[in-house]
């Protein structure tokens, strides 16, 4: 892993430590000082991850309208992409990964845009997929319809993971770790429970997500501590 992301990871987990110790400081406080401070805890969200817009990461435009949705997602659908599992963790990689979605997504399936609203790469970087869905994340009042799995684009936010994960690879650390913070993520800003996170293969006759499938208890598990 480069220093960079290393770097980044570590600001990440140190704010949701933050948190913790945020609580343990308050077990000290006097009983109305420590009501009032746990009151403050179990609103706060988690951490809100590093996540690179598309303008950041330089997506060609959509062709033709994004649909915009005034209510929120129920639920999360996990994917990966069937990309090569590669060794290269860098931010870099991270942006040129969502070039070649993109590119998959408007030229071969001929799609408006990015059918999934996020990608985690294998270095554990966020990036936008389809335009407007970081807005709406942060606004936690709406999300943009997705095409992403068939019957559920319109109910679910699609995240989708860097590499293929069908024929016994695993997600390294660094992705997994950042899978489950922006899930904890989307969870809070969307009112979606922890239990609701699923797989593709879940509402589709498809191999997709692979091992993430078998890892979505543990996901629940700990997406739901994250929210705890």
């Known amino acids: ?5 290393a770097l980044r990871r570590r600001l990440l987990l140190a704010g949701a430590a933050g948190l913790t110790a945020a609580t343990a400081t308050a077990a000290a406080l006097p009983r109305t000082a420590q009501a009032q401070s746990s009151a403050h805890a179990k609103a706060a969200d988690p951490v809100e991850p590093d996540i690179d817009n598309t ?3 330089g997506a060609r435009s ?17 994917h990966h992409t069937v990309s090569a599992n590669t060794s290269d963790f ?14 998959l997504h408007m030229d071969k399936n001929g799609w408006v845009d990015t059918g999934y609203h996020f990608l985690v790469s294998r270095g554990g970087w966020i990036t936008e997929g389809r335009h407007g869905s970081l807005q709406a994340l942060t606004t936690g009042s709406g999300f943009v319809l997705g095409a992403h799995t068939s019957g559920q684009n319109d109910q679910a936010v699609g995240i989708a993971n860097e590499g293929s994960y069908h024929a016994g690879a695993t997600p390294p650390r660094a992705q997994w770790e950042v899978l489950v913070a922006l899930c904890a993520y ?20 498809t191999l997709c997500p692979g091992v993430f499938h078998d890892m979505l208890p543990r996901l629940r598990d700990e997406v739901g501590a994250a929210l705890a």
């Open 90 to 103: 860098s931010r870099t990689q991270a942006h040129s990964h969502a070039h070649w979605v993109q590119d």
């Open 62 to 78: 959509p062709r033709g309208s994004i649909s915009r949705l005034s209510y929120r997602p129920n639920r999360i659908i996990v």
């Open 55 to 57: 303008r950041t990461w």
């Open 1 to 5: 892993m480069n220093a960079e992301n």
């Open 186 to 205: 989307t969870c809070a800003r969307y009112g979606v429970p922890a239990t609701r996170l699923y797989g593709h293969k879940d509402y589709g006759d």
